[in-house]
């Protein structure tokens, strides 16, 4: 046996060399930040499944808007949790609703400095929390769900959101949607489709986060994790109804389905680090298993080599000013 002829390692010596050469790096306007507003609260309200991640009050959110901002996001992703729910989610289209009164509040305090999204979903809005309406044998209505999509669709607008983020799983959601937004006007606003959802154990944490009543699961909407094709068919039918931009949710688990994606597609492509990503790694590193920044920063850099443009991710504030 001879000594090696390639040494790859001669390029890991040094810091300088390292940084040289790296191919993945981290900006803080690739990172949007997951925010969300509750009704009816004067303090901010701690979630028990997400330490550090807090359901803000409308006073609270524009400081933590204004701090995301002063780090250097990309943007901001709203979500609402309303006091009542019924079985349409009218909270989710009425003016006064609180994800629309939190989306204008979001627009007063950060104006066009920072990207502002809008959950397009009814699940934080019904009283059985589905993420559409139900027909009278209990099955969740695609056609008749559209028709909500479309009321949501224009009360974000009106309400400031420049992107609004679909994130229900219904078949024609963004056809349905971007031609609505159009019939009134609306060409400017932004559609970015969660074109390929998966029904997953990851977004636990959330259903506290937001108050979920939900029973049961959304298999009949969201994907089999199992499957990859499939994938590849809601994004190629969510970029032929208009999407601006496509994602795929959660991401660690599925930066396979995200290489595929970010290779099929010319629209910029985002990633979700959903909840339970998130936990997992604050839970690790609590019991004193992981170092909790270290892995935090991996698994962004990890997103982002697998083709991940725009990475949502409740650390994007702490991470975007680390940076
Ligand atoms: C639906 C929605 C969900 C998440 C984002 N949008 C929940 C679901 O589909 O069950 C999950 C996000 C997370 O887990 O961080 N409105």
Redesign the pocket.
Known sequence: MGFPVERPRRLRQTPALRRLVSQTRLSPSDLVL?LFVREGVDEPVAIGSMPGVVQHSRASLRVAAREAVAAGVGGLMLFGVPTTRDAVGSGADHPDGILNVGLRDLRDEVGDRTVVMA?L?L??FTDHGH?GVLDDRGRVDNDATLERYASMALAQAESGAHVLGL?GMMDGQVGHVRAALDDVGRTDTLVLAYAAKYASA??G??REAVGSTLVGD?ATY?QDPGNAVEALREVRLDVAEGADLVMVKPALPYLDVLRQVADAVDVPVAA?Q???EYAMIEAAAAAGMIDRDRAILESLTAIRRAGAQVILTYWASEVAARL
């Open positions: 997951p959950d979903c699940d934080e993420c994130s990851f977004y944490p959330f959304r969201q979700y959903v909840s339970g």
